[in-house]
């Protein structure tokens, strides 16, 4: 899971901090791109005895990266001023959405969410996370936006990549 970057949700997290999603548009083609190319050798090489199914990571990324990105860029540049009049309505609609999903795989999965407790796997986890975010934060140049950037950048891990 940790080699997995460029995950999805970080923009609507960068959207929501308020931070430059141009730049964070930019770094998740990077992540994604990269991770494309380096996930299926890293597995292969991590976990020998475990098959690594290449197109399917890359679907998950076309379908979920890059075809949302390729096709907002290019109704933007086509249709701005439509582009303008949609955002909002897109921007609720994600967020609803995002909602759902949230719910939906806490509901789905409190059990094993739950088992989790006690195991050492949450404290793993949130100091991987932190020690991300920090590492990101404090090399990302002199502006505040590219920081908060690529420390969100840096700690999200892409899992639909990564499974």
């Known amino acids: ?6 995950s999805p949700f970080m923009l609507k997290l960068i959207q929501f901090m308020k931070a430059d ?3 964070a548009v930019g770094l998740m083609l990077i992540l994604s791109t990269v991770t494309l190319i380096y996930l299926p050798f890293v597995l292969s090489f991590l976990l020998p005895h475990v098959s690594v199914n290449t197109a399917s990571i890359a679907v998950s990324l076309l379908i979920l990266i890059f075809l949302p990105l390729i096709s907002g860029t290019l109704i933007k540049w086509r249709y701005n001023k439509l582009a303008k ?4 309505t897109f921007n609720q609609i994600s967020n609803i959405f995002l909602f759902v999903v949230v719910i939906l795989y806490l509901g789905l999965n409190y059990q094993d969410f739950l088992s989790v407790f006690g195991t050492g796997a949450l404290v793993a986890s949130v100091t991987f996370i932190l020690a991300s975010f920090s590492i990101g934060y ?6 505040k936006n ?14 639909s ?3």
């Open 1 to 6: 899971m940790a080699a997995g970057a460029g």
């Open 21 to 23: 999603i141009a730049f």
């Open 85 to 88: 009049v949609i955002k909002p």
């Open 138 to 143: 404090l090399m990302g140049g002199p502006s």
């Open 146 to 159: 590219t920081k908060t950037v690529l420390g969100i950048g840096t700690a999200m891990r892409n899992s």
């Open 161 to 163: 990549a990564a499974l």
